[in-house]
């Protein structure tokens, strides 16, 4: 069975940076073209993509997040991370990690969600 | 920026057919399909429709996809009390290196 849990802290503060842990389970990163992705969702908002990492290393980031955002694995831990750097109150919300199967261009697998509130 | 755009809103009665649209452009539908996601308010989205016509299993027949050039659209038929939710499209763009679009999102009201 895939599954994904999203984990991290749920307040922080302004200017400082959010890390986020993906954990999951049911699958391999190490399988050709796997991939994982990171998107959010502000309270009573749409979905933002935010960027995702493949099984080769490979990635790509919402160009909108201008740099401030960094996905990396710990392939061996079964782990993807989101770092997101000098946050600010129109960061918060919920952040999903989800599954890219391979050779396809969908997540078909969603964590639960992670709340996150950025204020002071 | 390309953008994908969805009706903000959408409602039908129990039993009728409902349709959500989604318009985007060649760089994006056109060149890859769409996916499209369910989101119960509260609850993460989930798969409903991908490569614009193609169901997950698990997903009852009366959820289906179309997609005609830049646009695609979701129907639903035979609507259920359970169907009410949100409904996201989505779509890889070529143009921004590998960058994901999602719609703005359609809420349906099941009346």
């Known amino acids: 069975q895939v599954t994904l849990k999203e984990s991290g802290p749920v307040l922080v503060r302004p200017t400082e940076t959010l890390t986020l842990t993906c954990m999951v389970a049911?699958?391999?990163?190490?399988?050709?073209?796997?991939?994982v992705s990171w998107i959010r969702q502000p309270p009573g908002k749409a979905l933002e993509w935010l960027g995702h990492?493949?099984?080769?290393?490979?990635?790509s980031y919402n160009m909108s997040l201008k740099s401030r955002v960094t996905i990396s694995k710990d392939t061996s831990k079964n782990r993807i991370f989101l770092t997101l750097t000098n946050v600010d109150p129109r960061d918060t919300g919920t952040y999903y990690c989800?599954?890219?199967?391979?050779?396809?261009?969908?997540?078909?697998?969603w964590g639960q969600g992670s709340l996150v509130i950025v204020s002071s | 920026q390309s953008v994908l755009t969805q009706p903000s809103s959408a409602s039908g009665a129990p039993g009728q057919r409902v349709t959500i649209s989604c318009s985007g452009s060649?760089?994006?539908?056109?060149?890859?399909?769409v996916n499209w996601y369910q989101q119960v308010p509260g609850t993460a989205p989930k798969l409903l429709i991908y490569?614009?016509?193609l169901r997950p299993s698990g997903v009852p027949d009366r959820f289906s996809g179309s997609k005609s050039g830049t646009s695609a659209s979701l129907a639903i038929s035979g609507l259920q009390s359970e169907d009410e939710a949100d409904y996201y499209c989505?779509?890889?763009?070529?143009?921004?290196?590998?960058?994901?679009?999602f719609g703005g999102g359609t809420k349906l009201t099941v009346l």
């Open positions: 989800g599954r890219i199967p391979p050779k396809q261009l969908l997540v078909d697998n």
């Open positions: 049911g699958f391999s990163l190490r399988n050709k073209r796997m991939g």
């Open positions: 990492i493949f099984s080769d290393d490979e990635k």
């Open positions: 060649s760089s994006n539908i056109e060149e890859n399909g």
């Open positions: 490569n614009s016509d």
């Open positions: 989505a779509a890889f763009d070529d143009t921004l290196n590998g960058h994901v679009l």
